[in-house]
């Protein structure tokens, strides 16, 4: 009512909690609001569009690709999401060359842990979302250090205690591996626009997976145009 643009922040709420607040906020105001759908929510389209809002700010993060690879006996299949928890055999393969795969390949090495990074990107996408700086250092001494990268290149079996990769020249070498932590990149996210008729302003990984660098100026950018 002051002149700004009133949000709600959805959060960690529950969908009633969540429907109760939207109902509240337009019994006090009869000015534009939004509500800004976070990660991890209960929110759901329907739920949205069931109050009515003016503008939601979706910011749900993108949708990590996967190759549905499964386990076998002695090779698991962790996603990147799940790998800190996860008992991690000694022959490690990340498959993916985005930040989080190149940082946890880090974590793993600094663990006495083996490492292989399978990207279908090509070498020079390897690192995607670190600085210039981390890169130049980063990679050079990884390398020292035993990690082996496969750019360009797919994992396309799980085998009993290795995986079958499969380079740019369609030569597949089987490589020993106990634990496959797929960490391939994130997709847009668009699904929560998906039926609602009102304005849906998308930020961060959820428009355009990226770093989260990124994340908080699209974020910021959205909500000054707001």
Known sequence: NAGGLGIISAMNAPADYLRKEI????????KPFGVNVMLNTEATADIIAEASPDIVIA???????????SDTAGTKVVGIDDFMMADIAEEVVIVGSNVQAIDAAMYLLAQGKHVQVVTPNAASAIGAGHSFWVKTFTQPNMKALGVRFWPEATVTAVNDGSVTVKTATGIEQEIACGTVVEALDC???DSLSTGLSCEVVTVGDAARPFN???AIC?????ARAI
């Open 187 to 189: 997709l847009p996210n």
């Open 212 to 214: 989260i660098g990124e």
């Open 23 to 30: 109902r509240a906020c337009r019994e006090l105001t009869d």
């Open 218 to 222: 699209s974020g910021n950018a959205a």
């Open 59 to 69: 910011a749900t993060g993108g949708v990590r690709d996967t190759l549905g690879l």
